[in-house]
């Protein structure tokens, strides 16, 4: 399974203190009619929700940071998700002791700073379909 696009275009963005990191993109996905690409982020978040699939539970068990973290790196893609943009976010996070935590990045996770770049790339985006085998939502391509 493999496709192959070009890049469209690039819009880099600095978020304000207090968004929330998945709104914040939705709303620029929206305002700017973005439907397929990459995302990078560094910056700070004031309050991460994050967490790891589990596999034999087949769901999602996210945790919260309730402490300022420097955020190494935060990284997705954007697809569509039941016809709408949707960005999968992961990240990289470390607190002052420099020790990192990372997963998949939930709504609930807040910015301190942001400087994010966004790649759009051309063509049709795939589409996320349920997959049987592990209950994720994965590109049909
Ligand atoms: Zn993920």
């Excluded at 696009?5 to 620029?28: M, Q």
């Excluded at 309050?47 to 769901?59: H, N, S, T, V, Y």
């Excluded at 990289?92 to 997963?103: E, F, M, N, W």
Aim: negative net charge; contains cysteine; glycine residues 10%.
């Amino acid at each position: 399974m493999r496709m192959q696009t070009n890049i469209a275009k690039v819009f880099v963005e600095r978020f304000s203190p207090g968004e929330d990191i998945v709104k914040a993109l939705g709303a620029l996905f929206e305002q700017e009619g973005v439907r397929f690409g990459i995302v990078s982020i560094i910056g700070a978040f004031r309050q991460a929700k994050i967490g790891a699939f589990d596999f034999e539970k087949k769901r999602y068990e996210p945790f919260l940071i309730e402490e300022t973290t420097e955020i190494l790196h935060c990284t997705g893609n954007i697809s569509l998700l039941d016809g709408r943009p949707f960005a999968h976010l992961h990240a990289t996070l470390a607190g002052h002791d420099g020790h990192a935590k990372g997963g998949h990045v939930f709504e609930g996770t807040i910015v301190e700073v942001a400087e994010c770049v966004v790649m759009v790339f051309d063509g049709e985006p795939p589409e996320r379909v349920e997959d049987e085998t592990t209950g994720l939502k994965l590109w049909a391509l």
